[in-house]
Structure formats: structure tokens, C-alpha cells
């Protein structure tokens, strides 16, 4: 067995949970069945706003940037009994 697996193991996980930090939950998934195509893409790409790695990482710039790539949806208002 070759001496790389074990990084090369580390590097592709390390990937999963920079995508899963992201706020990308459903591509962080789907990089369990194919990580090699799945993660190292969306690794690199624009996290959305409200993640834990935008929080972490982002300055006002990119916060704005990343509002703007990933605009919120619109949330339902709660129903009331006064109908």
C-alpha cells in the first residue's frame, strides 16, 4: 500500500468539512458518494452568508458578495388562530 493514501485521505475529508462549514449541507452530502469531483469544487467557492465559515473568515466585502450570490428566501410568517 502506498505511503500517500493516508494524506491524500486527510486532505479529501479535510475538504468534506470545509464544505459542510460552508453552509453547503446537500453538496457536503453528496461528496460522501463521489468526494474527489464534489468536494474540491465546492471547497473553493463562495460560502453562503449566514455559515459558520463566512462568520469566521469573511470581511464586510465578501459578506456582501456572498448576500448577493446566495440572496435569503423569504420566510413564512407564522399562522395565527384569528382567522
Do not use: C
Not at 19 to 40: D, E, F, R
Request: hydrophobic share 55%; glycine share 4%; no cysteine.
Amino acid at each position: 500500500m502506498s505511503a500517500y493514501w493516508i494524506p491524500l485521505s486527510l486532505f479529501i475529508i479535510a475538504l468534506g468539512i470545509t464544505t459542510a462549514l460552508k453552509g453547503k449541507y446537500v453538496l457536503a452530502a453528496a461528496g460522501i458518494v463521489l468526494p474527489i469531483w464534489i468536494w474540491p469544487v465546492t471547497a473553493v467557492r463562495l460560502a453562503k452568508p449566514r455559515s459558520l465559515w463566512a462568520r469566521w473568515f469573511y470581511d464586510e466585502t465578501k459578506l456582501r458578495r456572498a448576500a448577493a450570490r446566495f440572496p435569503q428566501e423569504e420566510r413564512a410568517e407564522p399562522m395565527s388562530d384569528d382567522a
